[in-house]
């Protein structure tokens, strides 16, 4: 048994934990914000790196802190059926009904695009992503080391190549930074915080925090203190790597403009900039690693819910889990990336607040006892608002009116709870609630105790 970790064992294990946090979002959607937020873009990187570097890390430490031994069990601590409806949804959300298809689409924008042209259409993303999900499903169903030993070499090559493209950004800027786009005129940092929820990377640390610590554990550290101490660290090197990339890419982004201008997505940012600073041989190198980079994280996302659901539902199998999921992320890949980065965005705004709210009382749970009133309120008044936001968020974006139930409720909300404009509004009445109800939980105990004594 060991005491602690060596520097080089904990920065192995941030460096697998990066690997599962780089997916297809992380590349897509800085560059998207760097090009939109233009002069803007420091103040809208800052709140990017809130949401999707400050938010995973602390899931990680929460999944640490908690000694729970799965996000259901944690979850649980509000109510058993809330945590299998909570943690299957979460699931469902970083697999086949976004994060997954996600994978596929990025790698066709990324990797195969500049080759074919946009005149490849629906054809051409059909076809890949027929041959990519199958070969997702295929390495699903028969799980070997040549997944992980790709994973392995893929994010150092990955990583070089993005630092040395940065560089070069840093040293030979594309073009001056242009003005902002209408979004990112007023209130640049608001919508960066809120870009950082589309990465799913603060929903995905609620899994991977347990790989972490069954890493470290497997590695001889026991003790709760040190099993945190050595999870802390390798998040560190993780979300450390991941923000060095964040500000690269939205430097690189905002820089791009002005030769390249706006692109509906941020997929053609890299490809373009890797192609004016290395020529065709840059984008082919981009494109086969991008494309093996989502491979092997669709491949993680679908095997992690196919293990997952079986285990809810043991009489179907695992493999039938995969066929499943696999085929359901072809098909929802078809509708193209812009369509699933905006359907997803009201199922996010509707996730993201119960699952902060769970991360936080996770910690504060030991001065209020562990009460499960405590969690039950806070979890409430969390949904009542999410919801809420979640239907708001997909009326805006498909451009219908609020239902007519809905307008009284969005009303009052935003008349009484501040933030709300700026989709925080849950986030003071559930500190509020905890505040509360966690005083008058140790003050009703400690009555107690004082009568029976």
């Known amino acids: 048994m060991k005491s602690k970790l060596s520097f080089s064992a904990y920065s ?31 103040p809208a990187v800052i709140g990017f790196l809130i949401t999707g570097v400050g938010l995973p ?32 949804l979460l699931y469902l959300t970083i697999g086949p009904f976004f994060a997954t298809p996600r994978t596929g689409t990025v790698a066709y924008d990324i990797g195969i695009t500049p080759f074919v ?28 080391k040549i997944v992980d030993r790709v994973g392995k070499v893929l994010s150092p090559v990955l990583i070089v190549l993005l630092f040395v493209l940065l560089m070069m ?24 915080f809120l870009e950082g929820y589309n990465t799913m990377d603060a929903l995905a640390s609620l899994v991977f925090g347990i790989i972490v610590i069954n890493a470290v554990r497997a590695l001889g550290v026991t003790a709760k203190r040190e099993v945190l101490a050595a999870t802390v660290k390798s998040g560190a090197v993780a979300i450390t790597l991941l923000a060095i990339i964040y500000v690269g890419i939205a430097y690189l982004g905002a820089t791009s403009t002005e030769k390249f201008g706006i692109f509906e997505t941020g997929g053609p940012v890299l490809n373009s900039a890797a192609s004016y600073y290395f020529g065709s041989l840059g984008t082919i190198m981009l494109s086969v690693i991008i494309i093996l980079a989502c491979l092997t994280t669709s491949i993680g996302l679908i095997t992690a819910c196919g293990e997952y659901f079986h285990t809810l539902m043991p009489k179907v199998s695992y493999k039938q889990f995969v066929v499943f999921f696999s085929l359901l992320s072809l098909v929802i890949a078809n ?24 991360m936080v009382l996770t910690f504060l749970s030991p001065l209020f006892k562990h009460s499960r009133v405590v969690y039950v309120a806070a979890t409430v008044v969390a949904l009542m608002i999410s919801i809420i ?24 909300y935003k008349q009484t709870l501040p933030l709300y404009d ?32």
């Not at 890949?128 to 070997?144: C, Y």
């Not at 979004?183 to 919508?191: E, H, I, M, T």
């Open 12 to 42: 192995t294990i941030g460096f697998m934990l990066f690997a599962l946090f780089f997916g297809a979002g992380n590349l897509i959607f800085p560059a998207q914000l760097g090009q939109n937020a233009g002069t803007n873009v420091w």
């Open 57 to 88: 890390f602390l899931g990680i430490l929460a999944m640490g802190f908690s000694g729970s031994s799965n996000l259901q069990e944690l979850a649980s601590r509000i109510h058993p059926a809330y945590a299998v409806i909570f943690t299957s």
């Open 117 to 144: 042209g946009e005149g490849a259409g629906q054809v051409g993303l059909f076809i890949f992503t027929l041959v990519f999900f199958g070969v997702t499903m295929w390495l699903s169903l028969n799980p070997s």
């Open 169 to 192: 950004v840093i040293v030979r800027p594309i073009g001056s930074i242009e003005a902002p786009q209408d979004a990112y005129a007023n209130g640049a940092f608001v919508k960066g």
């Open 335 to 358: 509708f193209g990336l812009s369509n699933i980065i905006t359907y997803s965005i009201p199922v996010l705004m509707l996730l993201y607040p119960p699952a902060i709210t769970l």
């Open 389 to 412: 936001d979640g239907f708001k968020t997909f009326c805006d974006l498909v451009g219908i009116a609020y239902f007519n139930w809905m307008e009284p409720i969005v009303s009052f």
């Open 422 to 453: 700026q989709g925080l509004g849950w986030l003071l009445p559930v500190l509020g609630v905890i505040l509360i109800v966690g005083i008058i939980v140790r003050v009703r105990r400690l009555f107690v105790t004082t009568v029976e004594a």
